[in-house]
């Protein structure tokens, strides 16, 4: 079946790879619905989804989001050959324990280099996912030096050559190190491919550029300003600028342009200059709020998703990422008034982003792809006590959940009436390890580092630990 796609005539050079059975525009010949598991309260309403880049984008599709999306921002692996690390920081962001697990892997059959099998997975992945793009929707995807190029020539058979937008160059860290000290210019580069439907429009932000002292001028009202020289300004539009007082002429008749200057937060005068392809104001994410690093590797700053998101979709947008990790996307979507639709094949980063939107204030829920593996099983056990219509619930094991919740099931899915979540950079305990509740919660869930989850019945299979009505304790398993 026909997914669409294919946007317009101009075509450019087709890859080709021994592997590859892809076509563009084919659906899966076994899709998968994406099924509801949790919900959690707050504002927003936002969705979470366990599994693969491709089965959630065709089930997207079919649930009717076909061209309804304004942004699909994805950050895929990069074939890097590597096996990414989760590192939890128990006690705070310099020092300390730290609890390692597997977050991702990004290694990619020998055969062909591993470029063939990463392929297998991108392609169709990039596929399905602009079939979800609005008529002024545009998809950015967040790669380095070792795929950028592949995802030009997947995008322009895709989408067509003329949809593409921007390469945009972010500069993600200093030339420092074993980069400065290489035989070749630093790799401290990311590119993020830009490909649009036809009517997309991109509003680049405006940056503060702080102005010399010796090149601030005043006119005859005060107000400071700046030169520069014409450039390939047309008369007719120097004209324009004449009459709205922004041609400055010097004695010898010579033509140069205004700029007025405005004061930055710190009091000193700046131009305003729009951003162009090349990004270097946007700082790593070591340099970001304490509270930020989840410690989930590859983690992007969430300033370059605020840029992104404010360019590239109105106030109320819908934004999709396949390739959530840590859900950066998804708590930018949130702080700038989008609905984020966030998804991630590794339990690892569901448990990451979860525990973020919710951080974050985000309604969210928690969905898995019908096909996607059940995530790791975690031992947990919960005290739980009623009294005078409450519910008091300890979290006895583990000691340092990344995350748990109490809540009801309705018809099999979750209602949190309580969660609690690790916070980064915060020094020691974890989440709270108590709670009170309203005394119709039936179910505890907790969640580790490394993506596992536990449900844990508060009511029914409960031993009498003691003395007194209604306390109970349960040690149990996820799934006993
Ligand atoms: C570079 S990380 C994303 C990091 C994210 N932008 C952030 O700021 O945290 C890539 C993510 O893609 C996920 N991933 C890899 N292959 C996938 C696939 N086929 N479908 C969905 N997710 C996949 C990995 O689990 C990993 O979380």
Not at 166 to 192: C, H, K
Not at 248 to 262: D, M, N, Q
Request: aromatic letters at 6%; one cysteine or more.
């Amino acid at each position: 079946m026909k997914r669409r796609n294919a946007q317009t005539s101009i075509r450019g050079p087709v890859l080709s790879w021994p592997s590859r059975t892809w076509r563009p525009g084919e659906r899966s010949a076994t899709p998968e619905d994406i099924v509801a598991l949790e919900r959690f309260g707050g504002t927003g309403e936002h969705r979470l989804v366990h599994g693969s880049a491709e089965g959630v984008a065709d089930a997207l599709s079919r649930e009717g989001f076909m061209g309804k999306v304004d942004l699909v921002y994805v950050d895929p692996p990069y074939a890097s050959q590597t096996d990414y690390v989760h590192e939890a920081r128990l006690d705070g962001r310099a020092d300390g324990r730290l609890r390692r697990s597997a977050a991702y892997e990004d290694h990619w059959a020998e055969k062909d280099g591993g470029t063939g099998a990463y392929l297998d997975m991108l392609a169709p992945s990039l596929d399905a996912l602009t079939s979800l793009l609005g008529p002024r929707g545009t998809i950015w995807v967040h790669v380095d030096w070792r795929a950028s190029y592949l995802v030009r020539t997947v995008l322009d058979e895709i989408m067509g050559r003329d949809a593409f937008l921007n390469e945009i160059v972010w500069r993600r860290a200093p030339n420092l190190g074993r980069q400065a000290a290489s035989s070749q210019f630093g790799r401290t580069l990311d590119t993020i491919v830009v490909y649009g439907r036809p009517d997309a429009v991109l509003v680049p932000p405006l940056r503060m550029e702080p102005i010399e002292p010796g090149a601030i001028r005043r006119d005859e009202q005060g107000r400071p300003f700046t030169v520069a020289p014409r450039g390939d300004y047309t008369d007719a539009s120097i004209a324009r600028l004449d009459q709205e007082g922004r041609v400055h002429r010097t004695a010898s008749g010579k033509v140069y342009i205004k700029y007025f200057l405005v004061e930055n937060a710190d009091g000193v005068l700046c131009r305003e200059r729009r951003v162009d392809a090349l990004w270097t104001d946007v700082p790593a994410l070591r340099h970001a709020p304490r509270s930020e690093p989840t410690g989930f590797p590859t983690q992007k700053p969430r300033a370059l998703l605020e840029r992104i998101i404010a360019s590239a979709t109105p106030p109320g947008g819908l934004v999709v990422d396949a390739f959530a990790g840590s859900g950066t996307t998804g708590e930018a979507a949130y702080v700038l008034g989008r609905t984020a639709i966030l998804s991630d094949a590794a339990p690892a980063a569901i448990n990451v982003a979860r525990a973020r939107m919710l951080r974050a204030g985000a309604a969210l829920s928690v969905e898995r792809l019908s096909g996607s593996p059940v995530p790791p099983r975690v031992e947990a056990a919960v005290d739980a006590r009623r009294s005078a219509g409450r519910m008091h619930v300890s979290l006895v094991r583990p000691e340092e959940p990344a995350a748990w919740a109490v809540g009801t099931l309705e018809r099999g899915v979750f209602r949190a009436t309580w969660h609690s979540s690790r916070c980064p950079g915060k020094p020691t305990i974890p989440a709270r390890t108590e709670c009170e509740t309203d005394a119709g919660a039936t179910v505890a869930r907790v969640y580790d580092d490394a993506g596992g989850v536990a449900e844990v019945p508060l009511t029914g299979k409960v031993a009498m630990r003691e003395s007194g009505p209604g306390h109970a304790r349960t040690l149990l398993g996820a799934g006993e």
